[in-house]
């Protein structure tokens, strides 16, 4: 198909090759520059995605190069067998030729082909203002807005909230990484894995949380190419995990991602999201850490109150969309 350019524009299936995650990766960076995928983190998803999540991935190229990538798949941790997410990312290059509607049209009619669909979410930075036109006239509304925040560690003074550790310490809490509860207990995987499903069934997100049976979960986790076991940390009440504060590699050296801060039900107004917090910021410092990111819903008031105390400032939001599909 020719689209307002001399080159034919096709959209051809993801072989799975690694010069398509290399490609896949190139695009992703040259939509979104400060985007900290790898193509050994992409393909650690793609591998340990659950059977039952359908995925499909598409690149565009326009004669022999690779301008684009296109997909459609089911999110394992909030999955519903009639509702996709989909992503489309074209080169800054080629934009403005209407390669993203040939893309969505052929993933939409691929969709509603093969699966009942009924509703189809897309995720938009709020900065992309020809992204945002692109879905709002498709008939895409916002559903939820995700802050990213992030924090200067040569900014970071964890001397003021040393308070924080010492208030659970005197409650009997103590805390430890990740490599000191496997050392701890033959059994700390499951003990985290029931943990971590407690606590993510609270983290806001647009549907209700969907948890991973313990195998896919393990193999999620523990085979991670950004696992960082020595900047995961637990706040033990004797031998019950209270609350976690993760820190994750990213595909830049200097900066760390946070996963999951969040407290046990039975455990919280207690300050240990707080603790864990510092203590992990105080970690990345020492080591020479640059920055640690985060993103948190926009209606996770308590946490982000958290954030904005240690010095996090919040970037450009993402916006969920979430258009209802009628099969005809």
């Not at 909030?78 to 509702?83: E, L, Q, S």
């Not at 393990?218 to 986790?221: A, K, L, P």
């Not at 400032?313 to 916006?319: G, L, M, N, T």
């Given at each position: 198909?020719?689209?307002?350019?001399?080159?034919?524009?096709?959209?051809?299936?993801?072989?799975?090759?690694?010069?398509?995650?290399?490609?896949?990766?190139?695009?992703?960076?040259?939509?979104?520059p400060d985007d900290n995928g790898t193509v050994e983190e992409i393909q650690h998803w793609d591998a340990t995605r659950p059977a039952h999540c359908v995925q499909r991935r598409w690149l565009?190229?326009?004669?022999?190069?690779?301008?684009?990538?296109?997909?459609?798949?089911?999110p394992q941790w909030?999955?519903?067998?009639?509702?996709f997410f989909i992503s489309i990312a074209v080169h800054p290059a080629?934009?403005?030729r209407g390669i993203g509607?040939?893309?969505y049209d052929i993933l939409m009619a691929d969709l509603q082909q093969q699966y009942q669909v009924e509703q189809v979410r897309a995720n938009c930075r709020e900065d992309y203002p020809r992204s945002l036109t692109f879905l709002c006239r498709r008939g895409f509304q916002e559903e939820m807005r995700t802050w990213e925040s992030r924090l200067d560690l040569r900014l970071f003074d964890p001397i003021p909230f040393a308070e924080a550790i010492r208030r659970v310490v005197e409650q009997g809490f103590t805390i430890c990484n990740l490599d000191e509860l496997l050392a701890r207990f033959p059994d700390a995987r499951q003990r985290l894995y029931t943990t971590m499903v407690e606590m993510h069934a609270d983290v806001p997100q647009s549907e209700p949380f969907t948890p991973s049976d313990f195998t896919s979960w393990?193999?999620?986790?523990f085979e991670s190419p950004t696992l960082y076991p020595e900047g995961y940390f637990l706040a033990l009440d004797g031998e019950e995990i209270a609350a976690v504060s993760q820190l994750w590699k990213s595909a830049d050296p200097s900066v760390l991602m946070t996963g999951l801060t969040a407290t046990r039900r039975m455990y919280r107004k207690r300050g240990l999201a707080m603790a864990l917090k510092v203590h992990a910021l105080s970690f990345a410092k020492t080591l020479g850490y640059r920055e640690v990111r985060t993103y948190n819903a926009t209606t996770n008031q308590a946490m982000l109150r958290i954030n904005e105390v240690l010095g996090f400032?919040?970037?450009?939001?993402?916006?969920e969309f979430v258009k209802d599909v009628s099969i005809v």
């Open positions: 198909m020719t689209i307002n350019t001399n080159q034919d524009i096709r959209l051809r299936l993801f072989s799975g090759s690694i010069e398509d995650y290399t490609a896949l990766v190139a695009i992703a960076r040259a939509v979104f565009v190229e326009a004669g022999d190069t690779i301008i684009g990538a296109a997909e459609y798949f089911q909030m999955y519903h067998p009639r509702k080629w934009q403005g509607k040939y893309c393990e193999r999620s986790v400032v919040k970037q450009p939001a993402w916006i």
